[in-house]
């Protein structure tokens, strides 16, 4: 049973940074496809990025694009979220996701595996 955990999450000014982190165990993570997703108060849950274990493109959300950037580190089974020129609108609970197959899509019920979420809140 794969499990993900999510750290990095706090308060921020606007225009400040994050990096969130999720790392990985239970099982072995090759080509598996990755995601961050976030949901506000009385919000859908949005995809952010995605990326996958094996490398190629990342994906983003046009609301973060050019701010956020999506990475793993093999090695350490994690994978990061760097959130820079935070805005207030970027305020959620951030959840990181895994999937079975490989392909990257920004459905948030196509993903199997699922964090307990980190709060990130940015101060205007």
């Known amino acids: 049973q794969a499990q993900l955990a999510e750290s990095g999450g706090g308060l921020v000014q606007a225009g400040g940074s994050l990096r969130l982190s999720c790392a990985a165990s239970g099982r072995p993570f090759v080509s598996n496809a990755m995601g961050w997703f976030r949901q506000a108060p009385g919000k859908e849950r949005e995809f952010v990025a995605g990326?996958?274990?094996?490398?190629?493109?990342?994906y983003y959300a046009d609301s973060v694009k050019d701010r956020f950037t999506i990475s793993r580190e093999n090695a350490k089974n994690t994978v990061y979220l760097q959130m820079n020129s935070l805005k207030p609108e970027d305020t959620a609970v951030y959840y990181c996701a895994a999937r079975y197959y490989s392909s990257v899509v920004r459905q948030s019920w196509e993903f199997d595996y699922w964090g307990q979420g980190t709060q990130v809140t940015v101060s205007s």
């Open positions: 990326i996958r274990w094996s490398g190629g493109p990342t």
